[in-house]
C-alpha cells in the first residue's frame, strides 16, 4: 500500500515510520518542521530514516489547504496514519492560535483529502488530554470527555467529532487514538522524562509539579507504535465501531486508548531516572499548573479485544532506553 504519515519528524512520527520500513509498503512523510522545540532533534528524525528507500519525506503545512489538497491528488495514498499537531498543554494556554491552525485547520484539510483521494482507513492521533479532571479511573472511551481544562484538550475531542462526522457522511473509516503520556528515546523535549533526565545529569534543581503528587500512564514508544501499525489494518465498519452511542451502527468509526493500563506515580519515575541516570535529582517542588491532571490511566480493553495486543514495558527499563539513548545523543 502507499501509506502517509503526517508529523514524520515528530517523535511517534519518526517511530512509525521506521517500524513499517521494510514492510512491503511506500511512505510519504510530511511535516512542517516547526520550531516549537529543536528543529535539530527533528532533523536528526529524519536523518535516521535517510537509509529506508522506501520512505520519502516532503515539507508540507497542513495548515495549507491548496497544499494538502495537491498532495493527496498527486500521490494517492491507501491508508492516512496523521500524527501531527501542536502538542503540549501549557504551550496552549499562551499560543492558542498555534493550536487552531494545525489541529483543527490541519486535521480538516487531512479530512477533506482523504474524503476525495477515497482513502480507505484514516489513522488519528487524539489524546489522554480529553479525559480533563474526570474523577472515573480507568477512563474508557465511552467515558464523558465533554469538559475539557485546555485548549490542547478540546481540539483533540474536536478532532475525533470531525472524523465521526466524516465517518458518518460520507463513509470515511477513520479511528482515533488517545495517546497516554509516550516517552522513550528520540522523546520531545518539552515532556518531563526530556526535561528531569537532563536536570538530573547536568545537577540542576527540576521543577515537580503538585508536589509530586501526580500519576501517569506512562507509554513506552515502541508499545505505541505497536498498537498504531495493529490499528492500521483494523478497518471499522459501520456495525464494528467501537462508540458508545445510540447510533453505534450508523459510521466506520472506532476509538481506542493507547496505554499500559497501569499508572505510575510521578516520584517513582523520578526514582527510575535518578537509577538510570546514577545520580539524584534536586527536586523543587511547585503547585499544580494551569491545565494539567492530577492523573490519567487508561482502560485498553477495547485495544486488546481489537488487535490481540497490551502495552507491555516496564517504566524502569524504559527510562533507561531512554536515558541511554540521551547519552548518546547528545554524547554525555
Known amino acids: 500500500m502507499k501509506l502517509l ?10 517511530a512509525v515510520a521506521k517500524r513499517l520500513s521494510g514492510s512491503g509498503h511506500r511512505i510519504v512523510g510530511v511535516d512542517n518542521l ?14 535516521d530514516l535517510a537509509a529506508c528507500e522506501d520512505v520519502r519525506f516532503l515539507k508540507i503545512d497542513l495548515a495549507d489547504r491548496a497544499e494538502v489538497a495537491a498532495l493527496f491528488e498527486q500521490e494517492r495514498f491507501d491508508r492516512v496514519i496523521h500524527l501531527a499537531a501542536q502538542p503540549g498543554v501549557r ?3 499562551d499560543n492558542p492560535h498555534a493550536y487552531v491552525d494545525a489541529n483543527l485547520v490541519g486535521h480538516l484539510n487531512v479530512l477533506e483529502g482523504c474524503r476525495h483521494g477515497k482513502v480507505e482507513h484514516l489513522v ?11 474523577d472515573k479511573v480507568p477512563f474508557a472511551t465511552d467515558d464523558d470527555v465533554d469538559h475539557p481544562i485546555s485548549l490542547y484538550a478540546a481540539t483533540k475531542k474536536a478532532n475525533e467529532l470531525m472524523a465521526h462526522t466524516y465517518s458518518h457522511l460520507y463513509d470515511l473509516p477513520t479511528t482515533g487514538l488517545r495517546f497516554f503520556t509516550v516517552y522513550g528515546p528520540w522523546g520531545r523535549p518539552d515532556m518531563a522524562l526530556f526535561k528531569f ?5 547536568e545537577g540542576r534543581p527540576m521543577d515537580v509539579y503538585n508536589h509530586g503528587d501526580m500519576s501517569r500512564d506512562f ?9 498504531v501499525v495493529r490499528v492500521l489494518d483494523v478497518v471499522p465498519t459501520p456495525r464494528g465501531s467501537t462508540e458508545v452511542t445510540t447510533d453505534t451502527a450508523s459510521a466506520p468509526y472506532a476509538l481506542y486508548n493507547i496505554g499500559c493500563g497501569s499508572p505510575v506515580s510521578l516520584m517513582d519515575f523520578v526514582r527510575a531516572i535518578e537509577k538510570a541516570v546514577g545520580r539524584e535529582a534536586i527536586c523543587h517542588y511547585k503547585d499544580m499548573q494551569p491545565g494539567d491532571v492530577p492523573r490519567t490511566w487508561a482502560d485498553t480493553e477495547a485495544l486488546y479485544q481489537a488487535t490481540g495486543y497490551r502495552p507491555q514495558m516496564p517504566v524502569e527499563e524504559g527510562v533507561k532506553r531512554f536515558v541511554d539513548w540521551y547519552r548518546r545523543f547528545y554524547a554525555v
Open 5 to 14: 504519515i503526517t508529523g514524520m519528524a515528530g517523535f511517534i512520527g519518526h
Open 34 to 47: 516547526n520550531d516549537y522545540y529543536d528543529i535539530a532533534l527533528k532533523q536528526a528524525r529524519l536523518d
Open 91 to 93: 504551550y496552549s494556554i
Open 124 to 134: 488519528y492521533a487524539s489524546s489522554s488530554s480529553v479525559y480533563g479532571a474526570n
Open 197 to 201: 533526565t537532563r536536570a538530573v545529569l
Open 219 to 227: 507509554t513506552y514508544i515502541d508499545d505505541i507504535v505497536e498498537g
